[in-house]
């Protein structure tokens, strides 16, 4: 009757580093094997193809999507700072204004109309 618990080997590890020793890649103990040192050439022209290839289709899209990103986050922001004048008001019991300036493209939050009413001046 076969002992089923045990493996026996039917190489021993002297007959592997053996054949190791005449040039046998089979078996290199902790040595690693040449091969497997890095990448080859044709390997990394792969993998720069497909990166191309992912980066050409991306852009477009990264093009049309830019903007449409900015313009909501201007808005967010013009929001931001209107909630920040609502409370500003509210908390000091005074007037706040946002100034819009179209000629720089511009607005300013503003606390107080300088007493001569022109929140322009500040």
Avoid: H
């Avoid at 103990?29 to 080859?40: C, D, P, S």
């Avoid at 390997?43 to 903007?67: C, H, K, M, Q, T």
Wanted: charged content about 25%; overall charge positive.
């Amino acid at each position: 009757m076969p002992n089923r618990g045990v493996i026996s080997p039917s190489v021993s590890i002297e007959d592997k580093r053996a054949d190791s020793a005449k040039g046998d890649m089979r078996y290199d103990g902790m040595r690693t094997k040449k091969r497997e040192l890095g990448f080859t050439m044709i390997e990394l022209l792969v993998a720069i193809v497909v990166l191309a290839i992912v980066a050409a289709i991306a852009i477009p899209g990264f093009s049309r999507w830019l903007p449409n990103y900015r313009l909501k986050s201007a808005a967010r922001d013009v929001y931001s700072n209107m909630q920040l004048t609502k409370m500003g008001a509210v908390r000091a019991n005074a007037d706040w204004a946002i100034v819009f300036s179209t000629g720089s493209n511009s607005y300013r939050v503003c606390s107080d109309d300088g007493g001569d009413g022109d929140w322009l001046d500040g």
